[in-house]
T-cell receptor
């Protein structure tokens, strides 16, 4: 079945440091890939997404590129801020036989210190 | 403003009791989902619905039931058969359930067992 493997956390960085959170996936067909962010006590919200190979999703300084050859969708940001502290989830949504079903990674907790 | 509302924010269940979590959306979305989130883990799909009066089991449907009588509402009942119900429950929706669509999440309900 489909699966998502995320870099284990927690991750602690100083403000303005470079961030990478690794995400690899296993899926049949051509999934869409997502990064969602969850702030304490809240639901998830979309950070960025990519729907086909070589697409780059970007938002609020975060980027991720859909790499079919390495089945990866790593999240990066050049300079993190304290306000980026949250839990980040990588997710995929598979093809027509599983329409509507997404698979989520376990989440990576990021703490940014001033 | 359009969005998803979940109520209550906290819910307490006594042993042997069924409890119902509310989820309402005014986004005019056809697809709705229920997820369970346990500490340090990703989201696991309980049930999903892509159209009124139809719903499908997710990966962990045992001990749960749903209904979809109206497009905007997708209540989840946690039955007494669910032996370990303590978790954070998230409701989400998307336009039609297609794989490339973003899911929009509610703020969640935390269920605790007395």
């Amino acid at each position: 079945g489909d699966s998502v493997t995320q870099m284990e956390g927690p991750v602690t960085l100083s403000e303005e440091a470079f961030l990478t959170i690794n995400c690899t996936y296993t899926a049949t067909g051509y999934p869409s890939l997502f990064w969602y962010v969850q702030y304490p006590g809240e639901g998830l919200q979309l950070l960025l997404k990519a729907t086909k190979a070589d697409d780059k999703g970007s938002n609020k300084g975060f980027e991720a590129t859909y790499r079919k050859e390495t089945t990866s969708f790593h999240l990066e940001k050049g300079s993190v801020q304290v306000s980026d502290s949250a839990v980040y989830f990588c997710a995929l949504s598979a093809g027509s036989t599983n329409a509507g079903k997404s698979t989520f990674g376990d989440g990576t907790t990021l703490t940014v210190k001033p | 403003d359009g969005g998803i509302t979940q109520s209550p924010k906290y819910l307490f269940r006594k042993e042997g009791q069924n409890v119902t979590l509310s989820c309402e959306q005014n986004l005019n979305h056809d697809a709705m989902y229920w997820y369970r989130q346990d500490p340090g883990q990703g989201l696991r799909l309980i049930y999903y619905s892509q159209i009124v009066n139809d719903f499908q089991k997710g990966d962990i449907a045992e001990g749960y039931s749903v209904s979809r009588e109206k497009k905007e509402s997708f209540p989840l009942t946690v039955t007494s058969a669910q032996k370990n119900p303590t978790a954070f429950y998230l409701c989400a929706s998307s336009i039609s359930g297609a794989r490339q669509e973003t899911q929009y999440f509610g703020p969640g309900t935390r269920l605790l067992v007395l």
